[in-house]
């Protein structure tokens, strides 16, 4: 895992140095800024199948070619193989030496060959080109100002460069508060910074941009006629997963933990791992209460497989000053809608404990948008439509974001096209711009990398292959498949209660101290605070209010900077959100505040 950014077009050491130590968190282990031509380039990295010795970015004098590379390649070892017998030479066993041979020798076409989680940004000359895996594992974020392109990991390391403007983006917070991400593939919470899309490569020469999908993803479908044999598929699916957790495990040299909430997904990947390594694993879990159904399922696991489980307890107390990191760090909103707040702070306050003993740990991201596995969405998708319908009512009847809705759910209403739909949409923006959203930043934060399996290509390749039917095949049961391959498995260590458990995933971690939180931040935002903040038609909780007021202060304030010590008590209680508002109005005086919020600039 790394950092990158940079400037294209602009020599500028001084500034590339504040973009990179914006994102230093995300790479503990180097650091380097340099100028290549009339560019200016940084890179911090956590060495995992890198050493100190190979420290990107990566130059290639002889054809004027520079590379900034943030993920893993996991099949960069076939790679070199095929280019060795070609005659390429390479210094050291790493994954990103093979970027740019690879490169030359295809062209845009290189990344189509790589199989893994990356950011990547190539310099060629005179011309840059942006690229990023196809479910958008790794982050990548641009703005464009005339002839210079300024790029970087994350939101706060372009808001270090002066030029970078901070001001809210109408039509993504709409889509947010409706959905509870971001629906757009490209769009972020500031305007005019872009998201590189999932499975799209952009291309910049000083003048033109221009995009290029390297992946489409497969539309869901339905069995017709039984030209799928089920038991093939139940075989196929197994072999998969072995060969992906061994090649997992054998990417790097340090042990790998894993997240265990001993659900179908987690304790799969534990067993997996058992069987591979026929040796002790690290298992890690969350908990705020010994009665949490979880935690009470992963200590089982961990028993039956003789894992070392190490069991965090957490309380209100911790929750609340985690929550101004967490939104730093998150750069962005969650919002209810299809997701719950719980879920992304209970993944990073737990990532915080992980990061102590690991440099890499596995988690099940991706399993229950490629097998079904939302039972809430999949089994009723007309009731969620109501839901959804519900949070976009607050829109005029002119919204984007209210014909987004009516093309999900159409009407007439019907299952199986509500169900065909969610699984698409789940499996792209709903994906990429929560659950790895989340994922990413709650690692990078603390300096170190989590790797979803279910989305190593060839796993989601096939997954994406078959069926609805294979995964959801009636209205009570959800990922059928996978839960068929686990069977076995679940068997052997006597565990087949976990087939037909109650899915409750990460937010349980927080079910019994969410309401003390809650009762603390409704106490400091009582509802006439609500009623007269500025975006009130978008913010209807104390929740609300509170997460937006904290990323408006980092992100738009505070340029992407973090305040260390700082307590949401005191920013209430001492008024500085109102004043930070205030601030707003001085600045746009005479105009609409609410408008003025959404395109205004931030002041520091």
């Known amino acids: 895992m790394c950092g990158i950014c940079g400037i294209y077009n602009e020599k500028n050491l001084r500034a590339v140095t504040a973009m990179l130590e914006a994102i230093r968190h995300r790479g503990p282990d180097s650091f380097r800024t340099m100028l290549f031509g009339k560019h200016s380039l940084g890179e911090c990295g956590l060495n995992i199948v890198s050493s100190k010795n190979d420290t990107l970015p990566l130059i290639d004098d002889e054809n004027e070619i520079a590379l900034l590379f943030n993920g893993e390649i996991y099949n960069y070892q076939k790679i070199k193989d095929d280019l060795v017998k070609e005659g390429c030479i390479f210094h050291s066993d790493t994954d990103s030496e093979v970027i740019i041979p690879l490169y030359r020798k295809y062209g845009n076409d290189f990344v189509k060959h790589l199989k893994g989680m990356f950011a990547i940004v190539i310099m060629d000359k005179d011309r840059i080109i942006l690229t990023r895996d196809k479910f958008g594992i790794k982050p990548l974020f641009y703005y464009q100002r005339e002839d210079r392109l300024i790029f970087g990991s994350e939101i706060k390391s372009l808001l270090q460069y002066r030029d970078v403007p901070a001001k809210l983006d109408q039509r993504s917070l ?8 971001i629906f757009s593939d490209e769009r972020t919470l500031l305007k005019d910074i872009y998201q590189v899309p999932p499975g799209c490569l952009i291309t910049f020469d000083g003048n033109r941009l221009s995009k290029q999908r390297y992946y489409q993803m497969p539309a869901p479908f339905y069995l017709n006629n039984g ?3 089920y038991d093939e598929s139940v075989s196929q699916l197994n072999d998969i997963l072995i060969k992906t957790f061994d090649l997992f495990h054998k990417h790097g040299e340090f042990e790998k933990g894993i997240y265990l909430s001993g659900g179908v997904d987690s304790t799969l990947m534990a067993l997996l791992s058992r069987e591979i390594l026929e040796s002790p694993i690290q298992t890690y879990t969350l908990y705020d209460s010994e009665d949490a159904p979880d935690f009470n399922y992963a200590r089982k696991v961990s028993k039956s497989i003789g894992s070392e489980h190490h069991e965090f307890f957490v309380t209100a107390d911790d929750y609340l000053q985690e929550l101004p990191a967490f939104v730093y760090h998150y750069e962005n909103l969650v919002a209810g809608g299809v997701f719950d707040i719980q879920g992304a702070a209970a993944f990073q306050i737990l ?20 097998f079904g596995g939302y039972y809430w969405i999949y089994t009723h998708p007309l009731g969620f439509s109501d839901r959804i319908r519900e949070r976009a009512s607050c829109l005029s009847s002119q919204s984007g974001t209210r014909g987004l809705v009516e093309r999900i759910f159409p009407q007439p209403e019907d299952e199986k096209v509500y169900r065909r739909n969610l699984f698409n949409i789940l499996m792209k923006s709903g994906l990429s711009n929560y659950h790895l959203w989340s994922v990413d930043r709650a690692c990078s934060a603390f300096g170190f990398e989590t790797r979803p399996p279910y989305l190593y290509d060839d796993i989601a390749e ?7 039917d294979f995964k959801v095949p009636n209205k009570t049961t959800t990922k059928r498949i996978l839960k068929d391959v686990a069977s076995k498995y679940f068997e052997k260590y006597s565990l087949s209660d976990i087939v037909s458990r109650k899915k409750y995933g990460m937010p349980a971690a927080l079910e019994r101290v969410a309401p003390q939180v809650r009762d603390v931040i409704n106490s400091l935002i009582p509802n006439k605070t609500i009623n007269r903040h500025p975006l009130n038609q978008y913010l209807k909780t104390a929740l609300d209010v509170l997460m937006f007021d904290l990323f408006y202060y980092f992100m738009i304030q505070k340029r992407g900077k973090f305040e260390a010590g700082f307590s ?12 930070m508002y205030d601030q707003q109005i001085s ?8 408008q003025n919020l959404l395109v205004g600039t931030g002041t520091c």
């Not at 709409?174 to 991400?181: I, N, P, T």
């Not at 096939?462 to 609805?468: E, G, K, Q, V, Y």
């Open 174 to 181: 709409e889509e947010l508060m409706v959905f509870g991400y």
């Open 227 to 229: 030209d799928l044999n």
């Open 351 to 370: 990532s915080k404990h992980i990061s102590r003993y690991h440099k890499v740990a596995f988690t099940g991201e991706g399993a229950d948008e490629l």
């Open 568 to 579: 949401i008590d005191e920013f209430y209680r001492g008024r500085i959100n109102e004043v």
């Open 587 to 594: 600045t746009h005086s005479g105009g609409n505040f609410r």
């Open 462 to 468: 096939f997954a994406l292959s078959i069926p609805i």
